[in-house]
């Protein structure tokens, strides 16, 4: 990783582009296997398993794929919800529940979500896990975003006062790095899972 000091204004930047690139190298055997890894790692997480209703996300820009995983949560009975940009609110997200049958559509980033239905909507307090995706972590559970702060915005409530679906971030172990800079509105994960292990933070 190259030499990035917190001073520098674009160290964020530079480490965003730097572990994108990293993870866009994983060729396709790479990332299914990793896929498929995750799976084992959610099946032996004691979060995953008792939990009821599940935030994820759809994998875009090299991100590990948590689809396998959706598919297997499906068959536990467990209830998938993905993000959806809220249609009112910049900036923020809704989750709407996921089912092999749901209407898809894409954002304006071009990534996949399901059609805005009131219906499908739940608030996010009442999910159990929300397992989000990110560039970059670090062994103190820091978690570098897109960008967009959508995240952040989601777990304000958890962070500030311990209220809320509990956060698990995903990711390859390729995006470990050894210090992510950190901004006061980031939201430090108690959890990370990546296809070789399960981190653990106090």
């Known amino acids: 990783m190259p030499d990035l000091q917190p001073e520098h204004p674009d ?3 530079s480490l965003r582009q730097l572990v994108r690139e990293r993870r866009r190298r994983l060729s396709q055997a790479d990332q ?29 820009d090299g991100e590990l794929d948590p689809l396998p995983a959706i598919h297997w949560l499906w068959a536990q009975q467990k209830e998938v919800y993905l993000p959806v940009l809220h249609p009112f609110t910049p900036g923020h997200l809704l989750f709407l529940r996921y089912t092999a049958t ?12 399901p059609e805005l239905d009131v219906l499908q909507v739940v608030p996010h307090s009442m999910l159990d896990l929300i397992c989000t995706p ?3 972590f670090d062994e103190a559970g820091n978690r570098l975003g897109m960008g967009g702060g959508y995240y952040d915005r989601t ?14 971030g995903l990711a390859h172990d390729c995006q470990q790095v ?11 994960l108690p959890q990370i899972i990546t296809p070789s292990r399960s981190w653990l933070f106090p």
């Open 32 to 60: 299914q296997a990793a896929a498929q890894q995750l799976v084992s790692r959610f099946q032996e997480d004691p979060g995953i398993l008792a939990a009821r209703r599940i935030a994820l996300y759809l994998a875009n």
């Open 134 to 136: 990110l560039v970059a």
């Open 155 to 168: 777990l304000a409530c958890w962070h500030e006062h311990g209220l809320g679906p509990r956060p698990l």
């Open 11 to 13: 160290m964020r930047h």
């Open 102 to 113: 749901s209407p898809m559509t894409r954002n304006r980033f071009g990534i996949a979500e």
């Open 178 to 188: 050894e210090a992510v800079p950190r901004e006061e509105w980031d939201v430090p």
